[in-house]
């Protein structure tokens, strides 16, 4: 095993994949992102932590544009995002999304779920579209169970499958929202392998979790959160082991 | 009655759903719809009888002649895929993708579609069949055709509904919700008697329904807002992390309905939609009241007649069992279409 093998260090150049330029949010009163800015590079690992109500899964769901935000500009690729058809295109063709509680269509089988969007968006053959999702579930170790539903699954199989899902529609960026905390802790393991196996073939990946020893391993850069604030961003040596504020030092000493 | 007519009539019926079972098909869900949107075109005709073409007006003609192409190209593609060949619907591929370059494979089947209604509408006007009066439409075949009609329409009209009255377009959801609340508030026999005496008056002078189409339109319209609510229960009972995951694989909010969320609705609904069924079949029985000669009024008519005078039980009687036998074994097939359906999950 290798420690911090971040993508950028083998990138010379690196074009930035996601502005987010003073993002600002409220739930009515309640002001949960203040002023958020971020670049973040082509092919970086970034991971996002911070205590629970900190605004991280808010911050990650505002990028593909789940959740609305009052003030702030977020640009993908250099294309700045609106809510219109343009921006929703752009959206759709660079980003997938995992979600903590996998979110797989029930009354489909593993393999129809990864098909769907080839089959309905991209207007592939039924055949072409099999062999592509077949190979993305041999990726993660589960094409023998192409044929059953979600339900029959265990948690770490239906977030692998969920995680080809979102790869069958070739994103350039993944956003992960705690996508092991709902899992029993053995089978956080064999969610975690395929998110580094990810990362290596320089997929730009955005992850919030809680998983320390993943950010240690694979992230380039860690970002810690709190109260709706970014209070510090850096590489996990200096982020989680060498902490400059209090707040940082404080949450880490709590899931340690 | 003209027999054989009608008989062929309901067997088509049965053979247009036949390729549902079979896994050759692609899209099969197409083939409900089909059955549904085009189906009553070929069944109203022969149950009409008539002299193809000028009892029958333009529209009607031109539909059946277009349901009875699409039932032979399905068929003839079962037989075509197995034996492994190519289905009749790539016929015209070679040629129309010189004159297109998207959407090839729909242009080719629009051309092979409309190729075979016109040899189908060829053939037909040779036909005459002997004209029945929808006067002497009656019996058990009446409540079925009622009955057939309502359960078929309810989940269409349901769902537009349903999803009309979620819309967050302001027209489209009061729209939904006054039809909905209006025909539920108020008894199907009122609601019978409004479609019969009420819609000509509305209607322009020259525009003439016979009663059993009002009837139709009365009943569906009564199963539709009923259907709607059982399917917006369904609606609201699917978590939002669903909508979210359709959202981001980019699906837009037709495909999002109709591949995820409808199907999980409807299938949580089975019960309900099925006890909506059964009671809409049961409640068939009340036309007799405005005089459509159904199964009732038929019995009623039995005790009047000079051989049978004063025989009033046998004949409800036997109503009672053949409705016991019909829900009894719809009831039975949701029970078991749920437990297949289980499975999935
Ligand atoms: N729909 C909502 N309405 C009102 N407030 C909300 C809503 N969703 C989230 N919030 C608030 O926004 C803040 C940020 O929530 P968010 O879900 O982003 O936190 P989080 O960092 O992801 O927490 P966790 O680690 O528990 O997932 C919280 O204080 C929360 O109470
Ligand atoms: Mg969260």
Redesign the pocket.
């Known amino acids: 095993m290798t420690t911090s093998s971040g993508n950028l260090a083998q990138k010379a150049v690196t074009e930035t994949a996601i502005k987010i330029d003073n993002l600002n949010k409220w ?2 009163d ?1 002001h ?1 992102l203040k002023d958020v800015s971020l670049d973040i590079s082509e092919g970086e690992i970034m991971v996002v932590c ?10 990650i769901r505002s990028l593909n544009h789940l959740e609305e935000y009052q003030e702030g500009v977020v640009s993908v690729f250099g294309q700045p995002l609106s809510r219109d058809r343009q921006s929703h295109k752009i959206i759709h063709q660079t980003m997938g999304m995992v979600f903590q509680n996998f979110n797989l269509f029930p009354h489909l089988t593993v393999l129809q779920n990864c098909t769907l969007g080839l089959t309905w968006l991209r207007k592939m053959s039924e055949r072409d579209a099999d062999k592509m999702a077949m190979r993305l579930l041999d990726r993660v170790g589960i094409a023998h169970l192409a044929t059953r539903y979600p339900g029959q699954l265990s948690g770490g199989q239906q977030q692998r499958v969920a995680i080809s899902r979102s790869l069958a529609m070739e994103p350039k960026i993944m956003l992960f ?2 996508p092991t905390s709902a899992l029993d802790p053995e089978m956080v393991k064999e969610v975690l392998d395929v998110m580094i196996d990810l990362a290596k073939t320089g997929m730009t990946m955005v992850c ?1 979790t809680h998983e320390m020893q993943f950010a240690r391993q694979v992230a380039d850069r860690v970002v810690f ?1 709190a109260d ?1 604030e970014i209070i510090e961003v850096g590489p996990p040596e200096q982020v989680l082991v060498n902490p400059q504020w209090d707040r940082t030092r404080e949450f880490l000493q709590h899931i340690l | 009655m003209n027999n054989g007519a009608l008989n062929i009539g309901v067997l088509l019926g049965l053979v247009w759903l036949l390729p549902l079972m079979s896994k050759l098909i692609p899209l099969r869900n197409f083939v409900l719809l089909s059955w549904i949107g085009l189906y009553p075109f070929v069944g109203g005709y022969l149950f009409l009888g008539g002299r193809f073409g000028e009892e029958l007006g333009l529209v009607h003609g031109a539909m059946t002649c277009l349901a009875l192409a699409f039932l032979v190209i399905l068929y003839a593609n079962w037989i075509l895929s197995a034996l492994g060949k190519k289905g009749l619907n790539e016929l015209f591929v070679p040629l129309v993708s010189r004159l297109v370059e998207r959407r090839i494979h729909l242009f080719s089947f629009v051309a092979v579609w409309l190729l075979v209604a016109l040899v189908i509408a060829l053939g037909l006007s040779q036909v005459s069949l002997e004209p029945v009066p929808i006067e002497r439409w009656g019996g058990l075949f009446l409540t079925f055709i009622i009955a057939g009609f309502a359960i078929t329409m309810a989940i269409p009209v349901g769902v537009i509904l349903a999803l009309g009255r979620r819309s967050k377009l302001p027209v489209i959801h009061w729209l939904s919700m006054t039809v909905i609340e209006l025909v539920r508030s108020v008894p199907l026999i009122t609601v019978l008697f409004m479609a019969v005496t009420l819609l000509p008056i509305f209607l322009p002078a020259d525009m003439e329904f016979n009663k059993l189409t009002q009837v139709l339109v009365a009943v569906c319209l009564f199963a539709g807002a009923y259907m709607a609510e059982n399917i917006r229960g369904g609606l609201q009972a699917i978590p939002k992390g669903q909508y979210e995951a359709a959202a981001t694989l980019g699906l837009g909010y037709l495909h999002t309905m109709v591949l995820i969320i409808l199907p999980q609705a409807l299938r949580m609904m089975i019960p309900n939609i099925m006890t909506s069924f059964i009671s809409l079949l049961k409640d068939t029985t009340l036309v007799s009241i405005i005089g459509l000669f159904d199964i009732m009024l038929m019995a009623r008519n039995i005790a009047n007649d000079k051989d049978w005078v004063g025989m009033h039980t046998e004949p409800l009687v036997m109503i009672s069992v053949l409705f016991f036998i019909l829900c009894y074994s719809m009831s039975q097939y949701s029970l078991n279409l749920e437990k297949r359906l289980k499975v999935d999950r």
Do not use: A, F, I, N
Not at chain 1, 51 to 58: A, C, E, L
């Open positions: 739930y009515g309640h949960v911070g205590p629970s109500g900190s605004g991280k899964s808010t911050l929202d705690e919030v959160m709706g």
